[in-house]
């Protein structure tokens, strides 16, 4: 007889786990992802035509300069947040493992042993028993409306959105590494400007001095002179402190506590890469890190929407008990210590006053958000190489006038001078064409900087050497 009773529950349980794995199958509530047409332009403004390239080079083909790369390799591998990143993905991978395992029945086992002759705190006046019990308990919710599901559609988008966004942090390093490199030889070329001026007008300050001593120059020639030997060494300091923090960022960068970086090129021996191709515009969406973190984010948001439109409705859960029973440890291997249950449970919203209803609203309007950002991201990125590549053309454009400038301001200095001790001109004219060629002097400086920081900033936006991944 107990044998028959037990025949009988493992075929209820055969048959409501296959009921519940068929359920699991073929329902699922909520809107299935679709992906946003977006409106890409056929080319970009400062192009006559865009080449089909999806792929970009690597940065080690971008990059020449070995000090610059070598700190590039060492943020990538002790960088902070890039090692926060890891986490983030890490944790990611966590939830969807739990958002998975909701799928599945849960299992729990017990045991318990009682010895006494009373019925909760009231004497019952029979002799004394000892119970012991051993129980396995099995509980599974059937997943009718997808609930699990769409939680685990939204758990695996997430973990790609923090891999896309873990690619978008490792770029931006990338080219933040380079642009403070950059800076870093930009300062150090300033200081030098600064030092050799100083040295200059310090030497010519002491021809006025010596001038001024004997008669042939005012006064005011040499308070002019003085003031123009202040000026250049005034910014040394300044550009010793620009060197210092500028040094101190670096080191963070990499991963270091701050110090001095020993560098070798100087802003003048660095180049240009021969070309980054910029591709379709079309294609930037398939490149763009951050884009393709927004769509993810949009997917697991979307997938929510499902997660609370099931909670509307009763779910069913599968509930099955076995186990021994026996008054003797020693009976627990006999067939009548055998016992088991099989059950189902339905549970379900009546009346919560609209609570479930709008839960699934603010689903859909954190998803609309979604969406909006995730177009807003889209927009972003077309605008972002416009203004790259229209600052590398007027960049350009701008360096070759510059370079005139700094060709006859040099020379004009030089003249002035000899003008000045021939006795031509004022020392005036000597003050305005050695403080335009130290202005310019410095700005040349920074427009190197700068044009360097364009090409790196194209690479990031761009969205670097990473290939495009599907993310099904």
């Known amino acids: 007889m107990e044998l028959y009773k037990m025949k009988n529950i493992k075929l209820v349980n055969q048959i409501l786990l296959a009921l519940g794995a068929f359920v699991l199958s073929n329902c699922m509530v909520g809107p299935n992802f679709q992906k946003v047409e977006t409106a890409a332009p056929e080319t970009y403004r400062t192009m006559d035509h865009a080449i089909d390239s999806v792929n970009l080079p ?24 890039l090692q926060m990143a890891v986490t983030r993905i890490n944790e990611s991978r966590a939830y969807l493992g739990m958002a998975q395992a909701d799928m599945m029945p849960s299992i729990t086992v017990g045991g318990a042993g009682a010895f006494g002759n009373t019925l909760g705190s009231f004497p019952t006046g029979q002799s004394a028993d000892a119970w012991f019990t051993a129980s396995a308990n099995v509980n599974w919710e059937l997943i009718f409306w997808g609930k699990y599901r769409r939680a685990s559609e939204a758990a695996q988008a997430e973990l790609t959105a ?155 859960s599968l509930t099955g008990l076995f186990g021994l029973a026996s008054t003797d440890l020693a009976a627990f291997n006999a067939g009548d210590a055998l016992m088991g249950s099989a059950g189902a449970s339905l549970f379900g919203p009546i009346f919560q006053f609209g609570k479930n209803k709008r839960r699934v609203e603010v689903e859909r309007e954190r998803t609309e958000q979604m969406r909006l950002n995730y177009e807003k991201a889209v927009l972003s990125a077309f605008r972002e190489t416009e203004d790259a590549l229209v600052n590398i053309h007027t960049l350009e454009q701008e360096i070759v006038e510059i370079e005139k400038q700094l060709t006859a301001s040099t020379n ?36 190197q900087n700068r044009r360097l920081t364009a090409y790196t900033d194209l690479y990031k936006i761009l969205g670097g050497s990473w290939p495009p991944e599907t993310t099904e």
């Open 162 to 316: 923090t891999e896309y966004g873990y690619r978008a942090i490792e770029l931006s390093l990338i080219a933040q590494v380079a642009n403070t490199y950059y800076s870093l030889l930009d300062y150090k070329k300033r200081l030098i400007i600064a030092e050799r001026t100083l040295q200059t007008r310090t030497e010519f300050l002491d021809i006025i001095q010596q001038r001024y001593d004997k008669g042939i120059v005012p006064e005011i020639d040499l308070n002019q002179a003085q003031v123009q030997e202040a000026y250049a060494a005034a910014a040394i300091p300044v550009y010793t402190r620009s060197i210092a923090f500028t040094e101190n960022a670096l080191s963070v960068l990499i991963g270091n506590n701050p110090q001095e970086i020993i560098t070798v090129s100087t802003i003048d021996d660095l180049v240009t890469p021969d070309s980054i191709p910029v591709g379709l515009p079309s294609q930037l969406l398939e490149r763009r890190p951050d884009v393709l973190e927004a769509e993810q984010l949009f997917k697991a948001q979307n997938a929510r929407i499902g997660v609370a439109q099931a909670m509307r409705f009763p779910s069913i």
């Open 58 to 81: 690597d940065y080690n083909a971008i990059f020449k300069d070995t000090i610059l790369l070598t700190l590039i390799d060492s943020a990538l591998n002790n960088n902070l947040d």
């Open 412 to 447: 004009a200095s030089l003249l002035s001078r000899q003008r000045y001790d021939g006795g031509i001109t004022s020392y005036l004219e000597v003050l305005d064409a050695d403080r335009t060629l130290f202005q310019i002097e410095l700005y040349y400086s920074e427009l």
